[in-house]
């Protein structure tokens, strides 16, 4: 079955770096764009970044630009999300995310992990 598992969270004062880890099974990784979203406290869940299913292209939230770079190993199966600069804002659970349309199931897929949960305070 579809599994995408979160890692690297936890808890760091303003200013610093963590380095989130999506690892997937189930389904071609190296086929599909890859997303990661966040979801503050009391708010909706929000698209922070998008990377291609080479790698070639990125895109960022303007509220994370230039302080957090999205990349994938398709020989590894894993998608990461390096966060710098950390902000008190930055403060939510981070889910990894693939959408892609199912060509031989005529449908589209959208599957999610289960999040890791990522604290910034001093």
């Known amino acids: 079955q579809v599994q995408l598992v979160e890692s690297g969270g936890g808890l760091v004062q303003p200013g610093g770096s963590l380095r989130l880890s999506c690892a997937v099974s189930?389904?071609?990784?190296?086929?599909?764009?890859m997303s990661w979203y966040r979801q503050a406290p009391g708010k909706e869940r929000e698209l922070v970044a998008t990377?291609?299913?080479?790698?070639?292209?990125?895109n960022y939230a303007d509220s994370v630009k230039g302080r957090f770079t999205i990349s994938r190993d398709n020989a590894k199966n894993t998608l990461y999300l390096q966060m710098n600069s950390l902000k008190l804002e930055d403060t939510a659970v981070y889910y990894c995310?693939?959408?892609?349309?199912?060509?031989?199931?005529?449908?589209?897929?959208?599957?999610w992990g289960k999040g890791t949960l990522v604290t910034v305070s001093s």
């Open positions: 995310n693939s959408r892609f349309y199912d060509v031989r199931a005529l449908m589209t897929r959208n599957y």
């Open positions: 189930g389904f071609t990784f190296s086929g599909y764009a």
């Open positions: 990377i291609t299913r080479d790698g070639g292209t990125t």
